[in-house]
């Protein structure tokens, strides 16, 4: 983090990449909430998924190429459910064999300090933070399968009291970033 913005990566190992095409969590995909220092009110509510991935191995999807309706066909999905503040994403793969379902699947997240609700980020900033992964597979697909941190905050609906508490510490000043 820095005074600007708060960079968070979530690097997702899958034994199959699947997604339907149909909206954001029909299929692998990441949902994250934040939410003020009390956890008891949505300050932001996002949903991201990677549904076509397979252009080249490590090839970039940056938010115009992943929200680029005009595109044959769609790249994914970048959803901001709820606030206004300003954020950008990249999805990029990594295929392990020769299969590209196969991999990781890499995630980079920039968020603006509106996100939660100041002009700037600073050192002991609480607010909650709520991460779903959703593993979809072709013979279970949807949310039957997740993991993350606090998910049941931002799973099914946004439920503030369930998300983990942050406080952000160092010092990006001085190379704490």
Do not use: C, M
């Amino acid at each position: 983090w820095n005074p600007d913005g708060l960079l968070l990566t979530i690097e997702v190992e899958d034994d199959f990449h699947h997604h339907t095409n149909k909206d954001a969590t029909a299929g692998d995909s990441v949902k994250v909430l934040f939410t003020n220092d009390e956890r008891s009110r949505v300050l932001g509510e996002f949903a991201f998924a990677l549904s076509d991935p397979f252009l080249a191995t490590d090839f970039i999807y940056d938010k115009d190429r992943l929200t680029d309706e005009d595109a044959p066909q769609r790249a994914g999905f970048v959803e901001q459910i709820t606030g206004d503040a300003a954020f950008n994403v990249v999805i990029r793969r990594k295929q392990k064999t020769i299969d590209p379902s196969t991999g990781t699947t890499v995630y980079e997240f920039w968020f603006s300090p509106q996100t939660f609700g100041v002009a700037k980020l600073k050192k002991d900033l609480y607010f909650g933070l709520g991460v779903a992964v959703v593993d979809s597979d072709p013979d279970a697909p949807g949310l039957t399968g997740w993991a993350g941190w606090g998910p049941e905050s931002v799973l099914f609906e946004a439920k503030p009291s369930e998300a983990a508490t942050v406080i952000l510490s160092g010092d990006p000043d001085e190379g704490d970033e």
